[in-house]
T-cell receptor, first 111, second 113 residues
Framework: KQEVTQIPAALSVPEGENLVLNCSFT??????LQWFRQDPGKGLTSLLL???SQREQTSGRLNASLDKSSGRSTLYIAASQPGDSATYLC??????????WGAGTKLIIKP | DGGITQSPKYLFRKEGQNVTLSCEQN?????MYWYRQDPGQGLRLIYY???????QKGDIAEGYSVSREKKESFPLTVTSAQKNPTAFYLC????????????FGPGTRLTVT
């Protein structure tokens, strides 16, 4: 059964740094990988969706990659800003199209 | 503006009472989902619906019930049989069941005492 892990659980970096968030999964038969952002007490905002046939997707300062052979996805945030502070969640779609979720990485950008 | 609305934002209930959480979408999506979020854990799927008048159990359906009488609406009832109902509940939708992007509502925080 697919398992999704996000390490570290929390990350604090100074403003302006480029950073990478990690998401690993156990089953390479993944249909897609979606990255979300969640602000405290709020719902989820979809950031990027990578289909299994794709290697990466970009939106503004965000770039997400997918490497099925290594069971890894990364979310790269360029030139981080305090407004990027949030919890970032990844979820992989399994063969039943069900999303399997990581527990998230809480990101704090220090001004 | 298209989107998903959930109400209420906060809900307080006494143990033993059933409670219904509302979820409405105007995205014209066929598929809708209910998730539960607990601190330090990934989201867990409670129920999903692929089309009107159809719904399927997710991983943690025990103690919950749903209906899908209209395309726009997918209410979730938390029954007294749910042993640990206090949690953050999130509703989502996608254009169809499949490898499609899911869009989320703002969530309902349920506290049962």
């Amino acid at each position: 059964k697919q398992e999704v892990t996000q390490i570290p659980a929390a990350l604090s970096v100074p403003e302006g740094e480029n950073l990478v968030l990690n998401c690993s999964f156990t089953d390479s038969a993944i249909y897609n990988l979606q990255w979300f952002r969640q602000d405290p007490g709020k719902g989820l905002t979809s950031l990027l969706l990578i289909q299994s046939s794709q290697r990466e997707q970009t939106s503004g300062r965000l770039n997400a990659s997918l490497d099925k052979s290594s069971g890894r996805s990364t979310l790269y945030i360029a030139a981080s800003q305090p407004g990027d502070s949030a919890t970032y969640l990844c979820a992989g779609g399994d063969s039943n199209y069900q999303l399997i979720w990581g527990a998230g990485t809480k990101l704090i950008i220090k001004p | 503006d298209g989107g998903i609305t959930q109400s209420p934002k906060y809900l307080f209930r006494k143990e033993g009472q059933n409670v219904t959480l509302s979820c409405e979408q105007n995205l014209n999506h066929d598929a809708m989902y209910w998730y539960r979020q607990d601190p330090g854990q990934g989201l867990r799927l409670i129920y999903y619906s692929q089309i009107v008048n159809d719904f399927q159990k997710g991983d943690i359906a025990e103690g919950y019930s749903v209906s899908r009488e209209k395309k726009e609406s997918f209410p979730l009832t938390v029954t007294s049989a749910q042993k640990n109902p206090t949690a953050f509940y999130l509703c989502a939708s996608s254009i169809s069941r499949g490898p499609y992007e899911q869009y989320f509502g703002p969530g309902t925080r349920l506290t049962v005492t």
